[in-house]
């Protein structure tokens, strides 16, 4: 039965969650006509933690096809380049190991998080962002224009409530908008097995961060700047790793170490995910490792400690008109740099649908993102976990070199497998938009 609202109606989306992910497919679904948009963010504003973000080309495109190409470059650091690494010293083995070429050379271009955040807010048009407004549930309401439709409520912890035809869920790992779509799942499948995929697991990783400012990184004997001030570098060891970036155009070096215990991956994690640690913990985590990564870490003052966790590979994205995006989708460990990226290719694919889409086009809109989406999304996400393995030399391949090499590669093949512009092309295929009612939809 047609929706009469399909008839010039707008399409009511709502995103909860105004992280990277939300934010992108806000702008995007702001600039549609048939749209009517609006986030709803938890916090009092948009904040993004002091750190840095990388991304790869193809995520480069989508900000190149929203236009805010320039807006990006002002803040990009450095024009696209790959990881690169250092001859390796097998013969000192209470040394960290370095590598060379395990790191695959396609382009990533680096940002200071809060300033890539930035970009976003300031593309967004008035009246959209809603803050404040922590969702609690949401539920079914029978429309007044057709018993068939069902409208969205969403409930904020505020005790106020707002309707909608879509809900994005965009409200990161720890989602409430997951849990409750595989909790009604699970009740109405009758499949108490779809439980197991709402809370995150602990992937055994411990990861230290800090922002230096280049200025007080010590120069080399000859003078030399400091490797991490040149090249973005990965120092390789058992079970650990070191990783270092220059963001802000150049003026700080990021840098994020791993510690890992592999037997611990699906362990319950206790305590809080995200904590400020002493220094003195980071220098001993790395201790004996070499010179130049000691030199590093003594230039962080304030090292903060996360445990990083990931989730399953969820069998669905979307049920009913709500749809989850980002983290709340397919959270990831961060060893292929692609969780941030990620998030944008979801918002670029669903915003691309949406683009002609009407009411009555909505659940082939949400199949058709799915579809394309899951398989590409759930297969980095576990490729993230295996190379974290890979560099810490954890995983089946050991320090193997030979094997190493060309198994790491393989698994960033997915940068280069498809442009997006494929990918939009082939779910707006399985969609059908525009096409008479039953002409292709499944
Ligand atoms: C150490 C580390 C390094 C990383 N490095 C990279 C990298 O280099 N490149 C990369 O691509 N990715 C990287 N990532 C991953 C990346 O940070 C995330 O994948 C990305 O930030 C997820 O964005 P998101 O918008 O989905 O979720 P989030 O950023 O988590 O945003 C969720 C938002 O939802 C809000 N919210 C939560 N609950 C509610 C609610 N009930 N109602 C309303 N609002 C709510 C929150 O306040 C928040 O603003 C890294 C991750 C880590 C841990």
């Known amino acids: 039965m047609m929706d009469p609202r399909s008839n010039g109606q707008k399409i009511r989306v709502a995103i909860c969650g105004g992280g990277i992910g939300g934010l992108c497919l806000a702008v995007s679904l702001s600039k549609h006509s048939n749209v009517d948009v609006q986030l709803y963010e938890a916090a009092g504003q948009f904040k993004e933690i002091g750190a840095g973000v990388m991304i790869w080309f193809r995520t480069w495109k989508i900000l190149e096809k929203m236009g805010l190409a320039d807006e990006f470059s002002k803040i990009a650091h450095a024009p696209p380049t790959g990881m690169t690494g250092k001859p390796k010293h097998l013969s000192e083995p209470e040394l960290a190991l370095t590598i060379e070429d395990l790191i ?8 200071h998080r809060a300033q890539f955040l930035d970009v976003f807010v300031n593309n967004l048009p008035t009246g959209v962002a809603h803050f404040g407004k922590r969702l609690s549930t949401y539920t079914y309401e029978t429309s007044s224009i057709s018993e068939h439709d069902k409208l969205i409520k969403l409930h904020f912890a505020d005790g106020t409530s707002s309707i909608c035809d879509v809900l994005v869920g965009a409200d990161g790992i720890k989602s409430c908008i997951r849990t409750q779509m595989y909790e009604r799942a699970a009740r109405l499948k009758h499949d108490s097995g779809l439980l197991g995929y709402i809370h995150p697991i602990w992937t055994g990783t411990m990861a230290y961060r800090g922002l230096i400012d280049v200025n007080v990184i010590p120069k080399g004997k000859d003078g030399t700047l400091h490797r991490a001030i040149r090249d973005p570098i990965m120092y390789c060891g058992k079970s650990k790793h070191v990783v270092s970036y220059s963001i802000a155009q150049g003026d700080i070096v990021n840098v994020v170490t791993f510690a890992s215990d592999p037997k611990k991956h699906g362990q319950p994690y206790a305590g809080e995910w995200v904590v400020e640690c002493p220094k003195e913990e980071l220098l001993s985590c790395y201790a004996k490792w070499e010179p130049e990564v000691e030199q590093l870490l003594q230039c962080i003052e304030k090292p903060t400690k996360w ?73 980095i996400l576990t490729g993230s976990y295996e190379a974290g393995t890979m560099y810490e030399f954890d995983s089946k391949y050991g ?21 997006l512009e494929e990918e939009l092309e082939s779910a707006l295929e399985l969609a059908s938009i525009g096409k008479p009612p039953n002409s292709a939809k499944t």
Request: hydrophobic residues 45%; contains cysteine.
């Open 104 to 111: 695959c050379h396609r382009k990533c271009i680096r940002f």
């Open 307 to 379: 445990a990083i966790h990931h989730l399953q590979p969820l069998p669905f994205y979307h049920a009913e008109r709500v749809v989850l995006m980002g983290d709340a989708a397919h959270a990831m460990a961060p060893h292929q740099g692609a969780g941030a990226g990620q998030a944008i290719e979801d918002a670029f694919i669903l915003a691309g649908l949406l683009k002609e889409a009407t009411l009555d086009d909505i659940p082939a809109v949400l199949d058709a993102h799915e579809r394309v989406r899951l398989p590409m999304a759930n297969s």
């Open 399 to 419: 320090d193997d070199y030979e094997t190493l090499g060309p198994a790491l590669q393989h698994l960033w093949d997915w940068i280069a497998r498809t442009t």
